[in-house]
């Protein structure tokens, strides 16, 4: 069994509508696939009322969390969507998102660059504003010639010269909410360096005392060293491996089930979730 537990849409900052991304988790084989926008559950019905049969969809998100200086990604799986204070937390986290971006807009305004705030709500669409929104637009107005340029030091990159940090939720509490509304929740790329993510073992240690369920550890961004650390780790703080290929579409070359989640531990996973069900067609 092969679980690709790490996908986007154009819900948030993925080039591919909900359907199509049911279609390619179809067509690459996969028995399961979980969409996870960042801080969004909009794209889930329309995933679901394309599902291709065969295909189980796990209902989820990702949540943008910091700690210590530390941004953390958490996925959430299983949840229950209408969960007052979880939809109240990443409505704030959206609303977050937008502001962040028409600032770092204005900075490369001042910056002397061409990027306008039409030109980055045109490429969002109905998606929640992000990062690679404002990336695209600075290579479109010729700014830099590749998105991966836009999240340097150089520019909106952390420490950036056009860089604003945004409201994010404890992982702690981030943790104890999802939990609360019967979900679970899996560290996403702790190692995936290339992308600025490095979470420290002993933060993971810390999440794992209060509940974290799971640790990815196949991802495009972490190499086999990584791999082997992380799910000796994970081993060792007896949390879930998983993995997921963290496809943005065309943005990061359509990779949807090149990293997947194991059967054993895809039931293990889920076994512990109350919030909502698997959608099956
Ligand atoms: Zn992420
Ligand atoms: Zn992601």
């Given amino acids: 069994m092969r679980a690709d537990l790490h996908s986007h849409s154009t819900a948030s900052d993925g080039t591919r509508p909900p359907d199509e991304v049911m279609r390619r988790a179809g067509a690459a084989g996969l028995d399961a696939i979980a969409l996870t926008d960042h801080d969004t559950v909009a794209g889930i019905s329309a995933a679901a009322a ?10 989820g998100m990702e949540l943008s969390c910091r700690r210590q200086g530390h941004s953390v990604h958490l996925l959430a799986y299983l949840f229950d969507p209408d969960h007052p204070e979880l939809a109240a937390q990443t409505e704030r986290i959206r609303q977050s998102r937008v502001e962040r971006a028409r600032e770092m807009v204005a900075r490369l305004a001042e910056l002397g660059t061409a990027v306008t705030w039409e030109q980055v709500t045109a ?14 637009a600075m290579v479109d107005a010729g700014v830099i010639g590749s998105v991966d340029e836009a999240f340097t030091p ?8 056009a860089h604003v940090r945004r409201y994010a939720l404890d992982p702690m509490d981030a943790i104890s909410l999802v939990g609360a509304a019967g ?16 979470v420290p073992d002993d933060l993971i240690t810390e999440l794992a005392a209060v509940g974290l369920a ?18 000796g780790l994970a081993a060792k703080l007896g949390l879930v491996a998983t993995g997921g290929s963290d496809d943005h579409g065309e943005l990061t070359g359509d990779r949807i089930g090149v990293d997947w989640t194991q059967g054993e ?11 909502t069900w698997l959608i099956t067609s």
């Fill in 214 to 231: 799971g640790v990815e550890v196949a991802h495009p961004g972490h190499d086999e060293t990584e791999r082997r650390q992380l799910a």
């Fill in 154 to 161: 150089e520019w909106i990159g952390p420490g950036g010269r």
């Fill in 183 to 198: 979900g679970v929740c899996v560290l996403a790329h702790p190692c995936a360096q290339r992308l600025g993510w490095l």
């Fill in 265 to 275: 531990e895809f039931e293990r996973l889920i076994s512990s979730a109350t919030g």
């Fill in 50 to 59: 394309a599902l291709p049969s065969g295909l189980t969809l796990v209902p």
């Fill in 123 to 136: 490429i969002a669409g109905d998606g929640v504003i992000g990062r690679p929104h404002v990336a695209r």
